[in-house]
């Protein structure tokens, strides 16, 4: 039987820590993007085909967005899972 302090610690994979040090930057980009967008949509009020090509654009980032926040929430629970893990295991 093994013991909850003998378990080997989680860690992330190369590809998670890389990700995990990246993604805030990444969900700022989107952000800025979609207000460029946003203030692009407010600018082109009459034209009608730019406005249409925006609002796509602005569903895309906001799909994005979405995404990346879903996955930033992931990596946060995960570093916190490790975390615990590692004082687990040095209490031990």
């Given at each position: 039987m093994v013991s909850e302090g003998s378990r080997a610690a989680r860690k992330f994979t190369f590809k998670e820590q890389r990700?995990?040090?990246?993604?805030?930057?990444?969900?700022?980009g989107v952000e800025r993007e979609l207000q460029g967008v946003s203030e692009r949509i407010?600018?082109?009020?009459?034209?009608?085909?730019?406005?249409?090509?925006?609002?796509?654009?602005?569903?895309?980032?906001?799909?994005?967005?979405?995404?990346?926040?879903?996955?930033?929430?992931?990596?946060?629970?995960?570093a916190e899972e490790i975390q615990k893990s590692r004082e687990t295991v040095r209490s031990d």
């Amino acid at each position: 039987m093994v013991s909850e302090g003998s378990r080997a610690a989680r860690k992330f994979t190369f590809k998670e820590q890389r990700e995990y040090e990246e993604i805030d930057e990444m969900i700022a980009g989107v952000e800025r993007e979609l207000q460029g967008v946003s203030e692009r949509i407010n600018a082109a009020r009459t034209d009608f085909e730019l406005l249409q090509q925006l609002t796509n654009t602005q569903g895309l980032l906001e799909a994005r967005l979405e995404e990346l926040l879903e996955r930033w929430t992931y990596l946060n629970e995960l570093a916190e899972e490790i975390q615990k893990s590692r004082e687990t295991v040095r209490s031990d």
